[in-house]
């Protein structure tokens, strides 16, 4: 099969590069941003014509968009932008590729969740409140490609972490490596997600629609990925310290409040994995065990 991956050069992207390796489909990797070193094709896909050209003139089977715009804070002040990348985009995907009756794999965010308080794991069909404008713009674009006709799976994660790219994980090992004391969040709980793993179950669903038939696509719909269990930032701070061996820096945990921010996160984000699961076949590591394999990756 055809695979164009967008966003490729981010944490999601670089973690299919590494599992394409071993495939035997045709993988094109599309950014706007070149990395010295890494083989990119440079594709807007805010660029509907453009989108259009690369997966017709590569026979393109599946999209799997891991491009987003991402800056949390930022998006409260560029929200036309953050719409444009985050709805309009993924839009323009949906679309070609409903002309070309392939599939799109694309990304969404636990973020579609969270001015509704609640503290049981969140499901697929519970009803989006984003409590700021990057949250809006990703319920905007998973709303555009249903509206599309195309075939689509829409995986909502949360908390991704990689060795590749700026992450908490990354920056909590800089900061606990050079600094005597910090504080982290304990307010805000979710479920880390390592990237490599994420990736996983995305190949695990590109392996699911390679052996399906017709015109359509019997598993379409949203799905959440996750790894497993429940942690707060401040105990994801604390375990990979931990497993750094960063045992001279105390972490203490406090309030959101104590670091501003022009959006409200949500406070409790934690994703209901039961479909996922269910309907693929997939087994997903508990969030520690991950953690401790991205960081030894990362310390070699």
Not at 109 to 115: L, M, Q, R, S
Not at 143 to 167: D, H, M, P, Q
Request: proline share 4%.
């Amino acid at each position: 099969m055809n695979i164009l991956v967008t966003g490729a050069n981010g944490q999601l992207g670089n973690e299919m590069r590494l599992l394409a390796q071993g495939s035997g489909d045709k993988y094109i990797f599309t950014d706007v941003v070149d990395v010295p070193g890494v083989e990119t094709v440079h594709l807007d896909i805010t660029d509907r014509e453009a989108v259009r050209k690369m997966v017709n003139d590569n026979g393109i089977d599946i999209i799997v968009n891991c491009a987003a715009y991402t800056n949390v804070d930022a998006a409260e002040s560029n929200g036309d932008l953050a719409e444009k990348l985050n709805a309009d985009a993924p839009e323009n995907l949906a679309v070609v590729m409903a002309e070309r009756e392939g599939l799109l794999l694309h990304i969404s965010t636990d973020y579609v969740f969270g001015k509704e308080k609640y503290n049981v794991p969140c499901r697929e069909d519970q009803k989006g409140s984003p409590t700021g404008v990057y949250g809006l713009t990703k319920l905007h674009g998973e709303e555009k490609i249903k509206a599309s006709g195309c075939k689509y799976v829409i995986i909502r994660t949360a908390w991704l972490y990689s060795e590749f790219g700026k992450n908490f994980c990354k920056t909590m090992l800089a900061l606990t490596s050079s600094k005597p004391e910090i504080k982290v969040v304990f307010d805000q709980a979710g479920t880390p997600t390592y990237a490599l793993d994420l990736a996983g179950a995305i190949c695990s669903v590109i392996d699911d629609y390679r052996q399906s038939s017709g015109n359509t696509y019997a598993k379409t719909g949203i799905y959440h990925y996750s790894n497993e269990g429940v942690c707060s930032w401040y105990d994801f701070a604390k375990m990979t310290a931990e497993f750094a061996g960063h045992t001279d820096c105390r972490i203490l945990p406090c309030h959101s409040n104590e670091f501003p921010s022009p959006v409200v996160r949500p406070s409790y984000s934690v994703l209901d994995k039961t479909l996922i699961k269910q309907t693929f076949g997939i087994s997903i590591p508990y969030w520690t065990d991950s953690l401790k394999t991205c960081i030894s990756k990362i310390k070699n």
